[in-house]
């Protein structure tokens, strides 16, 4: 895992062609990048395979202030080991608040806030629910409450 804050852009080099794919069109500000290991890793002494990416970024001006910042909705992303097909793994009317790994599980916790009046921005009077993520399979989050 990578924090970023002054990360503008991730993207994905293919060194058996040669190419290069952005994962986003334009800058954006991440937060979080869990990326595949070239290491073999273990959860309770099993194989855990991790070809994919998961990426938490601030990629609108949602709240219309002009910049792309932490004032924004924080959106949480997975791609596949390409660095392609985009999947919005949490509903892009929440912002992602963070999470929480269970090692028992490989599963991930996601609380999130709702932007009930889709204004853009955070307000202290919308409710934060809880998303559950198979780091296994990853799919769009299940909302727990």
């Keep these: 895992m990578t924090y970023g804050y002054n990360i503008?852009?991730?993207?994905h080099y293919n060194r058996a062609t040669n190419t290069r794919n952005n994962l986003f069109d334009k800058p954006v500000l991440v937060n979080n990048i869990y990326y595949p290991s070239t290491e073999p890793d273990s959860i309770n002494e099993k194989p855990v395979i991790r070809d994919y990416y998961l990426i938490s970024v601030y990629d609108e001006d949602t709240n219309g202030?002009?910049?792309?910042?932490?004032?924004?909705?924080?959106?949480?992303?997975?791609?596949?080991?390409d660095g392609k097909n985009k999947t919005t793994l949490i509903p892009s009317n929440y912002s992602v608040l963070g999470s929480q790994y269970d090692n028992q599980?490989?599963?991930?916790f996601i609380r999130a806030k709702l932007d009930k009046n889709d204004n853009g921005m955070l307000e202290i009077d919308e409710a934060t629910h809880l998303?559950?993520?198979?780091?296994?399979?990853?799919?769009?989050?299940?909302r727990m409450y």
């Design 8 to 11: 503008l852009n991730v993207a």
């Design 65 to 81: 202030d002009g910049p792309i910042n932490n004032k924004d909705l924080r959106r949480f992303y997975h791609y596949d080991l």
């Design 105 to 108: 599980n490989d599963q991930l």
């Design 131 to 142: 998303f559950w993520i198979d780091l296994k399979n990853p799919k769009p989050g299940v």
